[in-house]
């Protein structure tokens, strides 16, 4: 007898290791936008000092390749489901963004539940 998933486990098969590389892609992208706002100014900081200016230029790229690499894989990922002519459901997504409304409600209608509730 087959037993159901669970619901946090999707019905097509995922490589495991997409929903970390989804969940990293989105940390470090934030990170990385956050980072580069401040880039700029450190490089002024840093212009007198051509050692840290270049160990701050190698950090940046560094990360700039790492997500790059995030990004590769995460495309990976997901091209090997659709290639098996699979769909990822509504529940998987959720697992990988928690800010998701809950199913069936738009975000208006989770922003108004959770405003009106005392």
Same mark, same amino acid.
């Not at 946090?8 to 989105?26: F, K, Q």
């Not at 401040?38 to 050692?51: C, E, G």
């Not at 790059?68 to 769909?87: F, N, Y």
């Given at each position: 007898?087959? =037993?159901?998933? +669970?619901?946090?486990? +999707? ?32 490089? #002024? ?19 700039? #390749?790492? #997500? ?34 809950? =199913? ?15």
């Amino acid at each position: 007898m087959d =037993t159901p998933s +669970p619901p946090w486990e +999707p019905d097509v098969a995922v490589p495991r290791w997409l929903r970390i590389t989804m969940r990293s892609d989105r940390a470090w992208s934030s990170w990385y936008i956050v980072a580069s706002l401040f880039f700029a100014p450190i490089l #002024l900081w840093l212009d007198t000092w051509p050692v840290l200016r270049t160990v701050a230029v190698m950090v940046i790229a560094l990360a700039g #390749l790492w #997500l790059g690499l995030l990004g590769i894989a995460m495309a990976t990922g997901l091209a090997i489901v659709l290639h098996s002519g699979a769909e990822l459901p509504e529940h998987y997504w959720r697992t990988v963004f928690h800010d998701l409304p809950p =199913t069936g409600q738009s975000a208006n209608a989770a922003a108004t539940d959770s405003s009106s509730s005392p």
